[in-house]
């Protein structure tokens, strides 16, 4: 654990390095930092329904795998939408919005916010505000989804806080990162906040697009369902836990490269799923880098995207990270 001593961070500003959102703050959250919910029951019953439902329908799933019902085209349907929503995530909610790895045009900002809305993980602002949250406090008192923040000791403890890293913080809404203060560039941005606004239009267009693509691809109306059924509930099950392990394993197990102050991991066989996300401790150590993996051996899906689009001219500003400085914050130095 980081031992320097810093001020309480004033409200982060997105277009830093990430030094304030980074760094603890020394006396805790306060409500300031809490981002209010105005139907609490509205908001677990959601939560729930769209947490347990792909559980539901991935039973269903098993059942069509052992009628034999799983066609080429429910792969290619659940292998698009995986893609496409879970680069709305990395590349869109996470490295664009949230740390401004990047600069992009307006009209390719919307189609990130829109295709990481339909991975169904949350409005992009309220997504942006507890991912900043957590930075600002990393496995400390304030993090939104920390493993290893009160939740006793001793196995019981390790499991309790794995859980609630997982999953269970969704369900609590007294950590939550407050909106207007973690996010007001993306609340004053008309495009996110547009999106934000009408996020259950993109996650049931997501949904639709699943029985879109397998109705086209197979040419069916059985096709239509199998295709949402992969390529909806499915694909938002592996997503959304895929996800999840980021909060959860990769603040557990790994290797821990640099010092970040936090339990931050890099856990490889993940990384390959999570698109890059899983090289999580070099994340903590250089929240603004566009790119997570550091060399070959270090497969970053959504940094080859990034890279891609900067060269097509998508995207500019994208923020590196010299391997001299790197070096300056390893454990191997």
């Known amino acids: 654990m980081s031992t320097h001593s810093i001020q309480r961070p004033a409200a982060p500003r997105p277009d830093s390095d990430d030094a304030q959102v980074q760094s603890p703050a020394a006396d805790g959250p306060t409500p300031e930092d809490v981002q209010p919910v105005a139907y609490e029951n509205l908001d677990r019953f959601l939560t729930g329904l769209i947490t347990v439902g792909p559980i539901v329908a991935l039973g269903f799933a098993g059942w069509q795998l052992w009628d034999g019902l799983l066609h080429g085209y429910d792969v290619l349907v659940f292998a698009i939408m995986y893609l496409l929503t879970g680069l709305g995530i990395t590349v869109g909610f996470h ?167 936090d339990h931050s991991r890099n856990l490889a066989w993940l990384a390959p799923f999570s698109l890059g996300e899983a090289w999580h401790n070099n994340h903590h150590a250089f929240p603004t880098s566009a790119f997570h993996g550091f060399g070959l051996r270090q497969l970053d899906i959504s940094a080859l995207v990034i890279r891609g689009m900067e060269r097509l001219g998508l995207a500019w500003d994208v923020v590196r990270v010299a391997p001299e400085r790197r070096a300056t914050k390893s454990f191997a130095a």
């Open 95 to 261: 490295r664009l919005f949230t740390h401004r790895s990047f600069k992009t045009y307006p009209a390719v900002r919307f189609v990130f916010a829109v295709l990481g809305s339909a991975a169904v993980e949350g409005p992009v602002i309220s997504w942006v505000a507890d991912h900043r949250k957590h930075h600002a406090f990393s496995d400390r008192e304030g993090d939104p989804h920390s493993p290893h923040v009160d939740h006793g000791t001793g196995l019981r403890g390790i499991l309790r806080g794995l859980a609630h890293a997982h999953v269970g913080w969704l369900f609590i809404h007294t950590a939550r990162g407050h909106r207007e203060r973690y996010a007001p560039d993306l609340i004053a941005d008309p495009v996110v906040s547009f999106v934000d606004k009408t996020f259950f239009v993109w996650a049931i267009g997501g949904l639709a697009a699943a029985f879109g693509l397998g109705y086209l691809i197979g040419g069916t109306l059985t096709a239509g369902l199998t295709g949402l059924l992969w390529g909806g509930a499915v694909r938002m099950l592996v997503l959304h836990h895929v996800t999840y392990s980021i909060n959860s394993l990769c603040h557990f197990f790994g290797r821990h490269t640099y010092d970040t102050g």
